[in-house]
């Protein structure tokens, strides 16, 4: 294995991706000519909230999206691997783990239950003909150590003996054991309690830096986004509304919807009723609109032409905001 | 490994009680059966056309002794023979131990039920995971609705189909007993061709009646299997397809195989109707004769062999899942 040196860090282009979904009313979108750019060495953060599309856009970027789910259109480039939307077979099967590495929620069993973790290490390591068995094996001891972890005992310990946070911490090292370069976490801190989901951000801050990765955390809690990434890009409805510096977006929203979710945070201090949920309920895949603004529904800004026309994704500056709203302002 | 020999000792310690119990049980059941032997061999011989005084001659020269102690003495005595693996001695056979013929019969129900047990576990789970596998096309339905089909027609009257079938319109296999009385029992090519040659009708009727249990019981097992995050999990590490499908096999396989230890236990029941209808001399024909003749004797052994094999059964399933499944392994470690 060679040892990651910072700088040889992968960028990620996803360019125009549509994901749909079969149903008996027709293949509806889930992930809609979205477009994003994971820079090298970067921790890119995606927030929205359940069914928003976020797992599918994290699925995607494996070409994982599992039936009747599939791509419709658009591509992901990686850094020194192509396009991964083309990529089928085992030319794709090798790219997964090698090239990008995927970290399940921690509440999933991500694990065989009936073999140990060395077991399914060693699997893993056949499975992408790494021939040094010894080197594999000191390599995830070594991550394992490194995460705060007994590595020697954790390679001979079945799933169901093992933590949720050590489970995390199995799932991350077995995502970059192979040295892939490119991290897709997600729900890292689900279901962990709160010492444990402060440990595990550490832990994914610390090893992004160390080894050099360009890492994609997919969440639904801002805080876990506002603690680890650099970047922020907001979903909603299958669409990204708003991305930008992870500061700025949190400090300064321009979409009415990220503007709601932050409003909706119970602030430590002062009254608990200044928290303001966001009335109405996200769109399911069904109740999705067709045309026009995806959020318009609950959005207190709403103008005629969110009806009929889509927000265009536009740039202003480091930010980048879909709301026609945000557009009228600048220009008035 | 200690821990399975400790787990063994507990469960051969309960085991004996259990069969104790049993015996005890179904010695007094047994024995309280109305009629008695020679009440039921004077019925036949009269039935036959012999004078009742005759008839009443014979059974007294066959039997030869009236028992003339107390029920309670004769459990003692029962009980005391078991602890020496002695079953005394079939009422309607004198002279012939109940061991004897239990291990004479038993091999005539191991036969055809074991294999047909085995064979159709063997197919029910190749093709439970194929149907579980393409479980939305047309084949996937097919095969689980011809199991069903085929485990919902009664055993006997798949297994007359299939002598009329093969033994009388296309007479090309035997249903006349289990093996052709012109070869000398023993180890020779002859005898062993005609022993399978005879068990081909009735092991095939016992497997296509019990492999729709097995492909449905396997497919929702492989179904269940692969809805688990762990199979995404592999795929999305780029993990090989066939050690991807070994651990799919392998999680769905576990709990099929208590079904089966189970099922082997209750093999020595026999499958009367197979017995009946293919001639073979086994323990379910031998229960239901020994029923109709109030042999005792028999009839508790019969029932205890029984027992015992379902309690072994069991304990080899468990004790076969604290190997397979670490699970359970340091479930029993922890308590």
New interface residues.
Partial sequence: MAQATTGQAPGVRVDGLTVVYKTPAGELPAVRDVSLTLEPGSITGIVGESGSGKSTLALSL?N?V?PPGRISAGSVEIDGLGDVVGFEGERL??????HI??V?QAA?????????VGKQLL??G???GVEDRRGLLREAQELLGRMGLDGARVLDS?Q??LSGGMRQRV?IM??LVLNAQVVVLDEPTTALDMITQANILKIVREVHAERGLTTLVITHDIGVVAEVADRLAVMYGGRLVEQGPTRQVLGDPRHPYTKGLIKAIPRLVGDIDQARALPGRPPTLATVPKAGCVFRERCALRMDICDTDDPAAVAHGPRIVACHAVKVKEHA | MTLIARRLAGHLARGFVMILVVATISFFIVNNIPGDPMAARFEKLVEGGMSPEAAAQAVKVLYGFQPDTSLWQQYLDYMAGLLRLDLGESITRPGTPVLDVLAEKTKWTVLPVLAGTLLSFLVGIILGVYAAIKRKGKLGDLLAISGSLLHGIPQYVLAMLLVVIFATLIPILPADGPVDILFEPGLNAGYLGSLAEHAVLPVVTYALSAYGGWILAMKSSVVTVLGDDFILASELRGMKRSIVFRYIARNAILPLFTILALSLGLLLGGAVFIEKIFNYPGLGLLLIDSVNERDYATMSGAFLLITVAIIIANIVADLFYTVIDPRVRSGEEAA
């Fill in positions: 494996l994982a599992q099967r090798k790219a997964r783990g090698a590495g995927y399940f999933q069993n991500s694990l065989n239950p009936l073999k140990t699997d893993l056949r499975s992408h079945y169901h003996e799932g077995l995502a």
